[in-house]
């Protein structure tokens, strides 16, 4: 299951023109000859532009960020999420969800997915680290709305997908939420 996940992950490759202006191209990391350890050294790598704003070069960062909305409707939270969702911005969201979390209450929660642009393995582990949390509780429920695609079917590769409810609308979502 592992080897699916890193077959499919899609990386952010950066080039500059003469002029210094970047353009992003996506591409898959081929599941061959990349070790474990290959993988780790990039990711700190990367971490390390970061944190150095970019290692000399340009990022933007507008474009890198993780956006999410926070509203209650009776006893049911929504999380629009949208932009990046990946190592770097993944606790943005498992902060937002740690906020919502009161022990002993259980949680409804709904996150809505549509507006991502970019996501990576990271955002499976958020989301299966999040269903594992909602499952030990006897009263939280957790709705998946605007699920992209491409993260539909990494969910589906790795036998995930099965485990989550999905609605076609938030509406759709809190109504059945509400309901139980």
Not at 28 to 39: D, E, F, K, N, R
Not at 53 to 81: K, W
Not at 83 to 105: S, Y
Request: glycine residues 10%.
């Amino acid at each position: 299951m592992l080897e699916v996940v890193f077959s499919l992950l899609s990386l952010r490759k950066r080039s500059f023109s003469s002029s210094g202006a970047a353009s992003a191209t996506s591409c898959l990391l081929p599941s061959a000859g990349v070790g474990i350890p290959a993988l780790h050294r990039g990711i700190a790598g990367l971490r390390r532009r970061y944190a150095e704003g970019g290692g000399g070069t340009e990022v933007n960062h507008h474009e890198q960020e993780l956006r999410v909305r926070v509203t209650h409707r009776g006893h049911c939270s929504v999380l629009e999420v949208g932009g990046h969702l990946d190592f770097i911005t993944a606790p943005t969201l498992t902060d937002h969800i740690d906020t919502l979390w009161e022990p002993g209450m259980g949680l409804r929660l709904v996150l809505e997915l549509s507006q991502l642009t970019f996501y990576d393995s990271t955002a499976l582990g958020v989301l299966a680290h999040t269903l594992q949390r909602v499952q030990a509780s006897a009263t939280s429920r957790l709705l998946l709305v605007g699920l992209p695609g491409g993260l539909r079917h990494l969910l589906e590769r790795t036998g995930l997908l099965a485990h989550f409810e999905l609605r076609d609308s938030i509406e759709r979502a809190v109504a059945d939420l509400l309901s139980t």
